[in-house]
């Protein structure tokens, strides 16, 4: 069955650090693959996406994510974290064949040390 | 566009009882699901909508009903209320198959 798998459940990182998010997902072909964000009580806001062409893509607020084919992994990046990125942080595939439901990673709870 | 509206933001049920949470958006989007997000678990789909008048079960549907008789609007029934239904509700909309989804901003829904 296809699943996603973020391995991190919490991150602690001081601001100004370096950043990055794991994300593997099981799947037979590449599927499209999603970052988003939730801030506290708030829904889903969509980081960056991606379908094809460059492995390396670029999204809102200073995000970055490389997809790697031989590792079925698509990490999150961001090199130097602001305390406003404390959040969580979702992992999600769509299946380019079948049902084309997202599957949700269980999310990575990240924390910011000032 | 006031995009992907959900109401109530909370509300306390009592086990048995039924309520309706509701879902719009305006975006004319295709696509509509209802998620529930509980600690650890992630968003797992409850039920789904290609279409008006088209709606399909997720992996937890059970003890939830859907309807779509417009674009615009995607109740989610709870039948008999249980305290496992106890969990934040989100609703979410998107314009084709692969798209990006937009999420409205969630019920909190207490079950006593």
């Known amino acids: 069955a296809q699943s996603v798998t973020q391995p991190d459940i919490h991150i602690t990182v001081s601001e100004g650090a370096s950043l990055e998010l794991r994300c593997n997902y099981s799947?037979?072909?590449?599927?499209?693959l999603f970052w988003y964000v939730q801030s506290p009580g708030q829904g889903l806001q969509l980081l960056l996406k991606?379908?094809?062409?460059?492995?390396l893509v670029q999204g809102i607020k200073g995000f970055e994510a490389e997809f790697k084919r031989s590792q079925s992994s698509f990490n999150l990046r961001k090199p130097s974290v602001h305390w406003s990125d404390a959040a969580e942080y979702f992992c999600?595939?769509?299946?380019?064949?079948?049902?084309?439901?997202?599957?949700f990673g269980t999310g990575t709870r990240l924390k910011v040390l000032a | 566009n006031a995009g992907v509206t959900q109401t109530p933001k909370f509300q306390v049920l009592k086990t048995g009882q039924s309520m309706t949470l509701q879902c719009a958006q305006d975006?004319?989007?295709?696509?509509m699901s209802w998620y529930r997000q509980d600690p650890g678990m992630g968003l797992r789909l409850i039920h789904y909508?290609?279409?008006?008048?088209?709606?399909d079960q997720g992996e937890v549907p059970n003890g939830y009903n859907v309807s779509r008789s417009t674009t615009e609007d995607f109740p989610l029934r709870l039948l008999s209320a249980a305290p496992s239904q106890t969990s934040v509700y989100f609703c979410?909309?998107?314009?084709?198959?692969?798209?990006?989804?937009?999420f409205g901003p969630g019920t909190r829904l207490t079950v006593l």
């Open positions: 991606y379908f094809s062409g460059d492995t």
């Open positions: 979410a909309s998107r314009p084709g198959l692969a798209n990006e989804q937009f």
């Open positions: 909508s290609v279409g008006a008048g088209i709606t």
């Open positions: 999600a595939v769509v299946p380019t064949s079948g049902t084309y439901k997202y599957i």
């Open positions: 975006m004319n989007h295709e696509y």
């Open positions: 799947y037979g072909a590449t599927p499209y």
